[in-house]
């Protein structure tokens, strides 16, 4: 069971006042271990689809909620309001369109904030429109009691991002952050020397996923005797990632650059290229321009991924309970590789656009490429 959940069950009050949280524990060294061994499992599941696979055993009954004739399947949605998120939210919407059973979808953009997230759902729920409700949440702590009111009145998804109470049907997410900080420190770690200097950059805070990123990439790096000379949030703009990692430039050498999310990896190489300095190890992720740029100026680098194709899950995963199949839960952990130098090939394709995310799993769909823009 994620940590998240456990939390909520170990607070008995949690039961009679649904609406308040626990305060978040971002650096639990038994959620660490865990995904960590996670990394190495095998999952079930068809090979050539992760998509549908699953890490562990655990099903979930779901009968109660089989519903006869088509479904209306409903969407409150953090934000598209990045390009992970636009590569995730086109699988999604090409998702449906494989599912006949599905009769209408209904998506609503919170655009990055929790009020109108809250105000999202509530209106949804006030509708009676949904059979089923998927929530990807902005925000941990705050979106809980929402996810909670909308229990007691349908079965309900959360994916990405995750809440604290254990009350949908099923959590999907891969692996999870303390697994993606664990591969991109891990790395740091076997690429550079003992007391070597580390940037880390990060987007923002509050996200759970994001903050158990940092604490375990910062476990790691700090066991493996690593001097960490910053940890600054770029708020995902390029201009001021650029502008930090410039800054630490001038303060002494940068051995390596840990991010916790990717999207402006390019941003941050450009500052030592600009500044005629050598590229250090580097942590990014699968979007295609660093793809790209690791290979053409062959760093030693890594891409952990959290990977887009789990917006497919959740939808595949709305049908199968709408239909009263089992799922994977109470969590759906779909596994979570990261490219190497060994086969980042297979994911550099100049087709795409910079900004796609390789780990999209959108390959086999019929309007891949036009779709994501591609040519």
Known sequence: MHKLVKHSLALGLMMSLPTMVMAQNFD?????????????????????????????????????FAKKGGSTVCFSNAGVNNPWRVVGYTDMIEEVALHSDIKAFIHVDAEGSDDKQIADINDLLAGGNCDILIVSPNTTAALTPAVEKACQQLPVIVFDRGVQTNCPVT????????????????????NVEKGSNVLMLRILPGVDVLETRYSSGLRVLKEAGLNIIGTEFTGADNAKTKSIVEDYLQRGTIDAVWMDAGATAVAAIEAFEDGGYDIPVFVGEDQQDFLQKWKKMDITAIAPTYPTYQW????IAASRILQGESVPGPE?????????????????????PPLHYAMCGCEDMPNYPQAWGGK
């Open 28 to 64: 639990d060294p038994i959620e660490f271990a865990k995904q960590k061994e996670q990394l190495t499992m095998t999952a079930n599941g068809p090979a050539n689809k992760p998509w549908e696979q699953y890490i562990g055993d655990r099903l979930a009954s779901t009968q109660r």
């Open 171 to 190: 959590f999907i997410h891969p692996v999870g952050g303390y697994g993606f900080g664990i591969q991109g420190a891990e790395f740091v770690a076997a």
């Open 312 to 315: 497919r899950t959740a939808i």
């Open 332 to 352: 759906w952990v779909l596994p979570q590789a990261s490219i190497t130098k060994a086969n980042l090939d297979e994911f550099i394709n100049e087709a795409m």
